[in-house]
C-alpha cells in the first residue's frame, strides 16, 4: 500500500493505492505491520503501571514509584486491611489550551497499584511524601516486631 499526503489545508487529504508488486509478501507485511501496532498498544498499557521499587531499611518499608506531572491533590492512598492502595490520575491540558498536538506519547489517565502488607506493619503511622515526581510512602513495622538480642545466663 502506498500513502500520498496531497492538499495544503491543515488536515492534508490521504490518498491509497494498492501495491500490487508485493503480493506474494503480502502476509508478511500484514502480519509485521499488525506485530507492530499490538507492540505499540502493549506498551501504552504498560504505561499506566509505573514501576515500583519496595524497600526495606531500620525496620521500615519503602514504596516508591515514579509518576511525574502529578500534583499531591491527585493522589488517593488508602489502606484496607492488610492492603494498601495507590491511586493516581494524570489529566491532560484542556482543548482549550490553544495546542495543537501532533503526537502525544505520555502518560495520561489513572493509575492504580495495591500491595498486599505484612501483619508486622504498624498501619497506624504510614506516612507518604511526594518530591519531585516520587511518591514515596513509608510503612514503619511494629515495635513489638524489631528484631532484638537474648543475652544466655551462665547456668
Known amino acids: 500500500m502506498v500513502i500520498r499526503i496531497t492538499g495544503t489545508s491543515r488536515r492534508p487529504e490521504v490518498q491509497q493505492e494498492q501495491d500490487t508488486s508485493s503480493a506474494p509478501f503480502r502476509f ?5 505491520n499488525d506485530w507492530a501496532k499490538r507492540s505499540v498498544l502493549a506498551r501504552r498499557r504498560e504505561s499506566l ?3 515500583v521499587d519496595i ?3 531500620d525496620n ?3 514504596v516508591r514509584t515514579e ?3 502529578i500534583t499531591e491533590n491527585d493522589f488517593e492512598l488508602k489502606l484496607d486491611g492488610n492492603t494498601l492502595t495507590i491511586k493516581a490520575e494524570k489529566k491532560m ?3 482549550n489550551s490553544g495546542y495543537n498536538y501532533h503526537q502525544i506519547e505520555g ?3 489513572t493509575y492504580t497499584r495495591s500491595f498486599n502488607l505484612p501483619d508486622t506493619v504498624d ?3 504510614i506516612s507518604a511524601s511526594y518530591t519531585n515526581g516520587v511518591l514515596t510512602v513509608t510503612i514503619p513495622q511494629k515495635p513489638e516486631m524489631t528484631p532484638r538480642s537474648i543475652k544466655v545466663a551462665h547456668g
Open 28 to 32: 508478511f507485511e500484514d502480519l509485521f
Open 49 to 51: 503501571k509505573p514501576p
Open 55 to 57: 524497600l526495606e531499611k
Open 60 to 62: 521500615m518499608f519503602f
Open 67 to 69: 509518576l511525574p506531572g
Open 93 to 95: 491540558e484542556s482543548e
Open 107 to 109: 502518560f495520561y489517565g
Open 123 to 125: 498501619a497506624e503511622h
